[in-house]
């Protein structure tokens, strides 16, 4: 890996970006000569008191002298904002790509040694990222302008006054050197800090993802005690950080009185005779001191976006030295002929605490199925049904396991732990349909087609077809063009929308997470309905825990204690197979 692809200036410099950055640029040039021609105007407006001839000429060139400041400032923060924004787009989509192409991401690490599972990338991610955005919200991007400004104005006065100008300019720089100083400090108290509150969102989600085993956890207290002392150590770091900020802050306050100090002192050796002048120097420091108190105010939110920036990159560095999976852009969905499952074994490692004591393993699934097929997969609950799914969509990688795709042509592509290269080929081969499935805050179209650059011609045949196959879409009042808000869909709509996406991409494998309970009699019509639709150009696997999404399936496997049980039609197992029938009486008593 180069080290050019982590540097700064790989997160922070848009190559296509130029216009913004040469606005930014010019903004900060025009402060910077704005700058220098405050203290000699200034001097000008004193000196034409006496005068009226001179007094309005220059009070007008004070009054453009402001408007220009006034419409550099707001160039200048409408343009860093905007970059700001793009740049922050650019590294949180660089972050996760890097993730997303990394074995982190394929399941080798969500039942073992991981470091980064998705919900800690997301969190890190985000969050980490988020400093950056409460620094643009604080306004501190607003004292490099303001800082251009003032040394443009210091650099100014020494024309007019040589040893009050170097005096304050010397008084100024050692102020601002202290309090970096002090900021490289909260900076080392700020990253301990964002470390700490990262172990505690994870201790906090680990106890959380466990709560649906509670009833295997021998704690009857229901609680991890590791947490307290991480909750201990960040408390702890938390009160020294809030030290700091008082500390920092009084200090900074302190400033404005010791320049007047300075200012009186050096009256004798500085030959101030004119009341220009003088003007000029005390409206200088009034100037001046505002941003200078700025960087204990706003320092505190740079150094916490600097540390997430640092984290950011530490991230990316150690994803980017694992094994990656090299996603190939052009490759097609391939004619399936037929899927092969092997899995020997799989079981939880024993270090997965909340689950260990039941002793759940798969063991012994074989099966194959064909192109155009529906299998369903059945069985009480605890079985493996759920976990032999998250195989199948790589969520888990079983050690033991081979998963075959053989295709019209006999092209092959074999899937597993030992075969993780394959991972994209294979995934490019699935689809999967669930209430979990995400849902975007786009029109209907894109949430189907998942793209903005398709011809809406293909796009309108398929909506025309299944609109009259499925008269449910019709009554739903939504066109290809509506905007979707997520949480005005019910979960059954959430996963009607999911199958007309993989309906529409016409994946050769479509797993299915059952169809939602408890839907209306229309809406789960429509999903049985799509369930065929798919059906006549994919493979569909379905997880069911109702008879009636598989009644008429070319297999149904009926798993039992994390085997295969049984396997055949609906009639064979009604009569062959004592765990299908429990299965069914199960049912009924529901119902």
């Not at 991007?141 to 800082?147: E, L, R, S, T």
């Amino acid at each position: 890996m180069s080290t050019s692809e982590n540097s700064w200036s790989s997160y922070l410099y848009l190559k296509d970006q130029r216009k913004l950055i040469f606005l930014i640029v010019l903004a900060l040039a025009g402060a910077a000569y704005l700058g220098y021609l405050t203290p000699v105007l200034i001097s000008d407006l004193y000196s034409s008191y006496d005068s009226d001839t001179d007094f309005v000429p220059a009070l007008k060139n004070i009054g453009i002298l402001f408007i220009f400041e006034y419409f550099v400032q707001i160039i200048y923060q409408i343009s860093l904002s905007r970059y700001v924004q793009l740049a922050l787009q650019h590294i949180r989509s660089k972050s996760y790509s890097n993730w997303i192409r990394s074995y982190e991401s394929v399941g080798i690490g969500k039942f073992g040694d991981t470091k980064y599972p998705l919900g800690e990338v997301l969190a890190r991610i985000l969050s980490d990222t988020e400093a950056v955005i409460e620094m643009v919200g604080s306004g501190s991007f607003k004292i490099f302008i303001d800082f251009t400004y003032i040394l443009s104005c210091l650099v100014s006065f020494i024309s007019l006054n040589t040893t009050s100008g170097i005096t304050l300019i010397v008084a100024e720089v050692i102020a601002c050197i202290f309090l970096v100083i002090g900021s490289k400090k909260m900076g080392v108290v700020y990253m301990a800090v964002r470390k700490s509150m990262g172990h505690m969102s994870r201790v906090v989600a680990n106890i959380t993802s466990g709560f649906r085993f509670t009833y295997y956890t021998p704690n009857r207290n229901y609680a991890s005690n590791k947490s307290y002392d991480v909750f201990e150590d960040f408390l702890k770091k938390q009160l020294k950080a809030n030290v700091w900020d008082a500390g920092y802050f009084a200090i900074a306050e302190s400033l404005f009185p010791l320049l007047l100090v300075i200012l009186v002192l050096i009256f004798p050796y500085s030959n101030i005779t004119e009341m220009a002048v003088l003007g000029a120097i005390i409206d200088l420091i009034q100037r001046s001191i505002s941003p200078i108190k700025e960087v204990a105010s706003k320092i505190s939110s740079i150094q916490r976006a600097k540390t997430g920036l640092i984290r950011i990159q530490e991230f990316n560095v150690d994803i980017q030295n694992l094994p990656t999976v090299k996603f190939d852009d052009d490759l097609k969905s391939i004619q399936m002929k037929t899927l092969e499952i092997n899995i020997s074994h799989f079981s939880y490692p024993e270090n997965r605490n909340e689950i260990k004591e039941t002793n759940f393993s798969l063991d012994n699934i074989h099966f194959k199925a064909g192109a155009g097929e529906l299998i369903g997969i059945v069985g009480l609950s605890g079985s493996g049904k759920s976990t032999l799914l998250k195989i199948l969509s790589t969520d888990i990688l079983a050690k033991d396991s081979l998963i075959k795709l053989i295709g019209d042509n006999n092209e092959e592509i074999n899937f597993s732990l030992g075969h993780v290269e394959n991972i994209d080929s294979y995934k490019r081969q699935v689809s999967i349909v669930s209430q979990d499935s995400h849902v975007f805050s786009e029109t209907l179209q894109f949430n189907i087609t998942m793209s903005n650059e398709l011809e809406s011609t293909e796009f309108e045949n398929f909506w025309n077809n299944v609109v009259i196959e499925i008269p449910y879409l019709g009554r739903w009042g939504i066109t290809p063009t509506s905007l979707i808000n997520p949480k005005d869909l019910s979960l059954g709509q959430k996963q009607l929308l999911s199958a007309l996406r993989s309906c529409f991409l016409t994946k050769p494998i479509v797993l299915f997470d059952e169809i939602s309970s408890g839907l209306d009699s229309e809406l789960e019509e429509a999903l049985r309905k799509l369930v065929l639709l798919i059906q006549k150009k994919s493979l569909t696997i379905i997880v069911a825990h109702r008879i009636e999404t598989i009644v008429n399936a070319n297999q149904i496997i009926v798993m039992d204690k994390g085997q295969i049980e049984s396997i055949g039609k609906h009639k064979e197992l009604e009569s062959n197979s004592a765990t299908y029938q429990e299965f069914i009486s199960q049912l009924k008593t529901l119902s």
